[in-house]
């Protein structure tokens, strides 16, 4: 995180400065076509590959622990988030542990302007996610996915004890 703030400092016109530094967040090479623009956030970098000619907007958190695979020609507008770590959803579990799981964008996908994508899911080939939405299972290749609305999926056990 320290070198993602050293990152975000740089004058936006110093290229060669912020390849070098994503090229030391990412603990490698980074593709030339790659394009992020500052600021940019993530918490590892060492878990995610960038494909060729991917563009990453401002303001982006990627949350890597699971590991994140951006194919090439992908597209990732201002505000996304991609976090591949969560908690148990019961009570008495939440403090326990960190879950993970991967996150997989595939080529020429295009994520809009404050969406969200969950651990676990994959972005099919071609797809489109659009503004704000929040993705919490896999998308089919050629597929536009939208909407932020909550839906209650199950009921939780009442706790044993508070954390």
């Known amino acids: 995180m320290s ?11 110093d290229l060669d400065g912020r390849r070098a530094l994503l090229g030391e967040i990412l603990a490698g090479a980074v593709p030339d076509s790659l394009t992020v623009l ?18 990453v907007n401002q303001g982006c958190y990627l949350l890597d622990l699971g ?24 009570v008495d579990e ?17 994520v809009g302007a404050g969406a969200t994508i969950c651990p676990g899911v994959t972005v099919g080939r071609g797809s489109v996610v659009g503004a704000g939405a929040v993705v919490a299972k896999d ?4 597929s536009v996915v939208t909407a932020t609305s909550a839906v209650e999926r199950r009921r939780l056990r009442e706790p044993t004890r508070r954390p």
Do not use: M, S, Y
């Open 3 to 13: 070198l993602t703030a050293r990152l975000n400092a740089l004058p936006l016109d």
């Open 38 to 55: 500052p600021p940019f956030f993530c918490d590892h970098g060492l878990r995610t590959t960038f494909g060729e000619k991917v563009f």
């Open 67 to 90: 590991g994140i695979t951006i194919g090439d020609r992908v597209l990732i507008g201002p505000r996304v988030t991609l976090t591949t770590a969560g908690h148990p959803v019961e």
């Open 94 to 110: 939440r403090f326990e542990a960190i879950t993970h799981a991967p996150i997989v964008l595939e080529d020429d996908v295009w």
């Open 139 to 142: 998308v089919p290749p050629l």
